[in-house]
């Protein structure tokens, strides 16, 4: 691997942004598809957009060059949509 990707691969910040997004990937996919949604999955709905936020937040504090932070953030604002549409499927 080039010098050029290991420093998005190692920075502990963008990791951090993509273990939380892997989360709220997990809680939404299961969210998504409970037949009867209830009060417990309202407030994994919820945990699914405070791990999005927090995916940001990592990313906002990373130190990797600025077209990392850019194609994370496009990433997870695909993904951040996919969300709202599960989550409609909710109400």
Do not use: C, W
Request: hydrophobic share 60%.
């Amino acid at each position: 691997m080039s010098e050029e990707f290991q420093k998005p691969v190692r920075d502990r910040h963008l990791v951090s942004a993509l273990i939380s997004a892997a989360l709220a990937a997990i809680l939404m996919s299961y969210v998504a598809n409970v037949a009867k949604p209830g009060i417990l999955h309202a407030v994994l709905a919820l945990a699914t957009i405070g791990a999005t936020v927090s995916a940001y937040l990592f990313i906002a504090r990373s130190e990797v060059d600025v077209t990392y932070k850019g194609g994370a953030v496009i990433a997870l604002g695909i993904a951040s949509v996919l969300y709202l549409i599960m989550m409609s499927r909710l109400l």
